[in-house]
């Protein structure tokens, strides 16, 4: 927490622009940043259990051992054809979760997030907040499983891509707030396009094997939960923004040409 209250200070005390904007959209300059910096950490632990499995697998295959041997893989191997949850399997089962790349990225999103509640509780926003609270909570118990458990590798997965379709979002709020109407509908139209592509199908194409391979119920109740809630607000997302291009005549164009 101490963390993010000292970056938020620096940038306070050193940013005049920053200065003068009011609490809300500094608080999402913050939230963007830790996204990006989410994104960055996560990529890299991500690209690094994949070439740690790729040796597993070479290593494997010049001995004389099969992966079936390995009683963590032998359940999803054992009579069944390849398939992602496989190697979902063999993803998990090689990431480090000792990794300074990952314990650095938990400490720095957990902060935030515990940062976030407590101004949310603050401020009072607890009722007005509720599925941001609800978000930062999962979020938290997400961080403590993929440190804990042997899904390491399909959480982090999740959060790195829960993230990177959230990129847009910050920008067309930031422009909505400081009365940027040219670039705001210009993110919107990116937002509406990026959210799409990463939470409605990238995100979909995985929440499936992941949801048989990871090894906490609690999990298995609340991501899907977050995962419709994401559903319902791209759905609001595409219903605003279409009527945004059609109030523009920007529809009527697109028809005539």
Not at 101 to 128: N, P, W
């Amino acid at each position: 927490v101490v963390i993010w209250l000292g970056f938020t200070h620096i940038l306070d005390k050193h940013s005049q622009t920053f200065h003068n904007y009011p609490i809300y959209i500094k608080n999402n300059i913050i939230s963007f940043v830790h996204s990006i910096l989410s994104v960055i950490l996560a990529g890299i632990f991500l690209s690094d259990t994949q070439k740690d499995a790729n040796v597993f697998l070479y290593n494997q295959a010049l001995s004389n051992t099969s992966l079936t041997n390995i009683s963590y893989l032998n359940e999803s191997l054992t009579g069944s054809e390849y398939s992602y949850t496989n190697m979902l399997k063999i993803y998990n089962y090689v990431a480090n979760p000792w990794s300074f790349t990952l314990l650095s990225l938990q400490a720095m999103s957990m902060c935030y997030f515990i940062a976030d509640c407590i101004y949310i509780f603050r401020s009072g926003l607890i009722l007005k907040k509720a599925p941001y609270l609800f978000h930062h909570v999962l979020m938290l118990l997400l961080h403590y499983y993929a440190y804990t458990s042997r899904n390491t590798y399909g959480y982090i997965w999740l959060f790195y891509y829960g993230e990177l379709s959230n990129f847009f979002t910050y920008t067309t709020y930031h422009f909505i707030k400081t009365k940027n109407e040219e670039n705001a509908y210009l993110s919107s139209l990116c937002q509406c396009v990026w959210f799409s592509i990463y939470r409605g199908f990238v995100y979909t194409s995985f929440l499936l094997p992941f949801f048989y391979t990871t090894d906490s119920l609690l999990m298995r109740i609340l991501l899907p939960c977050i995962y419709i809630m994401g559903l319902m607000w791209g759905y609001n997302l595409l219903n605003t923004t279409y009527i945004s291009i059609e109030t523009r005549g920007d529809l009527k164009l697109i028809c005539d040409e």
